[in-house]
């Protein structure tokens, strides 16, 4: 997410978003946030028709945050929004651990296992149908693209000039 969109979700502005950053860059490592380079925010205004007009021309360029940049900012942001999200992310957190550690769900993880290695068989078997599919389209295609040839190489004899029909004048 850019930053500009973060700081209209915190409702802090935008400056103070990047000064609390740049004030913390040790908790931004580069898998957590990055700044866009002119180029790539050219391009992203190019390619984009939805983005808030003053953002367009701004002297700078945007930051750009993964989730745990997200997750990170709302621990380093003041703003009451920020801190409720800060307070869930933590919650969910502690409620994580719970469920993995509580002695009744000692089960749990076996049974885990065994639909992790479900899942892996029927992707297996998913990857290998997509694949024979993709094999039969290629034949598909082939077949396809001998019979345009075959067209062509016909409609080719077809525009052939040919000898002309009847009495021909001898020429002088």
Known sequence: MFDFDLA???????????????????RFPSDFMFQLTKEEWQEVIANCDNLPEGVKFSPSQPFAFTQEGVAMLSGVLRSPVAVQVNISIMRAFVAVRNVLTT???????????NRIKALEEVSEETFTAINDLSEDTQKEFDDIYIALAELAAKHKQENKPRNPIGFRKPEE
């Open 103 to 113: 002695t009744k769900e000692e089960n749990m993880l076996p049974a885990l296992i």
């Open 8 to 26: 209209d979700m915190y409702r802090v502005e935008t400056r103070r978003l990047k000064e609390q950053v740049k004030r913390n860059l040790e």
